[in-house]
């Protein structure tokens, strides 16, 4: 089992920037492709970005590609979102997710492990 947990969001002025750090405590995170959702008021949950185990191959949402980077750290068990030139269509909860099968062509997660969730606000 292993419990992801969230760190990094806030409120941040259209244009800046944020990074969402997600820790794991129990299983080690290598044994996990990894990934982050997100859910705005009203809205379902998407899918914003995926790294598979190793970190050789990423997915990202087209709304978010060129302005967001995914990177994980295997050693310190972290995985990180770097996401620059934030809008307010970026508002939302952030989730950070593990999933014991790896990221594969059809770029999609099912998770199995989910954080409890980080508030991004981005205001104009």
């Known amino acids: 089992q292993v419990q992801p947990v969230e760190s990094g969001g806030g409120l941040v002025q259209a244009g800046g920037s944020l990074r969402l750090s997600c820790a794991a405590s129990?299983?080690?995170?290598?044994?996990?492709?990894l990934g982050w959702f997100r859910q705005a008021p009203g809205k379902e949950r998407e899918f914003v970005s995926g790294?598979?185990?190793?970190?050789?191959?990423?997915y990202y949402l087209d709304s978010v590609k060129g302005r967001f980077t995914i990177s994980r750290d295997n050693v310190k068990n972290t995985m990180y979102l770097q996401m620059n030139t934030l809008q307010p269509e970026d508002t939302a909860v952030y989730y950070c997710?593990?999933?014991?099968?790896?990221?594969?062509?059809?770029?999609?997660?099912?998770?199995?492990?989910w954080g409890q969730g980080t508030q991004v606000t981005v205001s104009s």
């Open positions: 997710a593990a999933d014991f099968h790896d990221l594969g062509y059809d770029n999609q997660l099912t998770p199995d492990y």
């Open positions: 129990g299983r080690t995170f290598s044994f996990f492709a």
């Open positions: 790294i598979s185990r190793s970190g050789t191959r990423t």
